[in-house]
C-alpha cells in the first residue's frame, strides 16, 4: 500500500494504491484518525465515486475511527484507461477490489475491528469476498436486490427501457455505459454492465444469474449484518431488500426499515444519507450506533 499526504480544508488524508492480487490498482483514500477504535471501510454504490462519501468519512475519523473509502476498478480515481476497454465485471469487483482493501486494512491494521458499511453494490458483493469473514462487523445501507419487477415504482417505471433497450444498446455501440449523458448511474465499464443487467433480469438476482457456487458463497458469510433502509428510496422496495439479506442466510441479520419522519426528515431516498445535511439524523442517529 503506497501513500502520500494531502490536505483538504485543513483535514489531512491519505491517497492509497492497493493492488489487487491479479495486478490491478485500486486506489482509496484513508482518513486516520489518532488513536482510533476501529477501522470502517466505505463501499461505495454503483457509479458513485469515492469523494461523495469524503464528509462521511470524515465524520467517523471525528468520532475517533479511521475511515477507508475507495473506487472499484473502472470507476474514478481507479480508471486507468478510456473507458471501452476496462475490462472488468462485478464479480471481479467483489473477489479482487474488495478484497484487496481488506486485505490491507487487516495487514495494517491488525489490531482494530474492521467494519464495513456497504451502500447498494457495496452491500451487494459481499457474498463474492474471499475474505469477507475476517470482517467484524457490516452495515448495509439502501442495499438491495436489483431484480428490476420488484424495484420500488419510480425506477420499475423505467427499468424495462434500461434494461431492454438503453443498456445493450450503448454498451453494444460504445463498449461501455455512457450513465453520465443518460442521467442514469453514471459511467459504467461495459462488463460492469453487461452482468448487472443479468442479475436485474433474474428474480434471485446474482445468486440465481450466477448460480449455486456463488449462492454457497453467500451462504458462507457470518459476519453479523445490520440493514439499513428507507422507506422513500426510489430504487430499492422492501422485497429487494429482503431478497438481497436473505442471501446471507448463516448470517446474523438485523433488518432496520426507517421512514424519513423517524429521523426528523421530509426525504431521505436512494443516495440522499452520505449528504452532510444528515449529520445529526442518520449519521449520528443511526450508523454512529451500529459502529460503535
Known sequence: MKAQTETIDNQPFEHL????????????????ARDATSVVI????????????????????????????FDYFGIGASLHAPLAECDTN?????????????????EQYPNLPTHWVGHSVG??????????????????????????????????????????????????LLGYFPGARLNIVGDLPGGVMRQWRRWCLH????????????????SEVR????????????MMSRHNVDSLHSFYHNAP???MRLTPADLGEQAIGHLGWFRERYRESVWRGVLLPLLT
Open 17 to 32: 494504491q492497493v493492488d489487487t492480487e491479479s495486478g490491478r490498482r485500486i486506489c482509496a483514500r484513508a482518513f486516520a
Open 42 to 69: 466505505i463501499a461505495g454504490a454503483m457509479g458513485v465515486g469515492q469523494q461523495c462519501y469524503e464528509k462521511f468519512a470524515r465524520y467517523l475519523r471525528g468520532q475517533g475511527m479511521t475511515a477507508i473509502t
Open 90 to 106: 462485478l464479480t471481479q469487483w467483489g473477489r479482487e477490489d474488495c478484497d484487496a482493501v481488506i486485505r490491507q486494512v487487516r
Open 123 to 172: 452491500g451487494q458483493l459481499l457474498g463474492m469476498v474471499p475474505r469477507v469473514n475476517q470482517l467484524d462487523r457490516i452495515v448495509t445501507v439502501a442495499s438491495g436486490s436489483g431484480y428490476w419487477r420488484r424495484n420500488s415504482p419510480p425506477t420499475k417505471r423505467i427499468a424495462w427501457l434500461l434494461w431492454y433497450a438503453l443498456a445493450p444498446l450503448s454498451v453494444g
Open 203 to 218: 428474480p434471485d438476482y446474482v445468486v440465481g444469474a450466477e448460480g449455486d457456487s456463488v449462492r454457497a458463497q453467500f
Open 223 to 234: 459476519v453479523p449484518i445490520t440493514s439499513v433502509a428507507f422507506t422513500d428510496d426510489e
Open 253 to 255: 441479520v438485523t433488518m
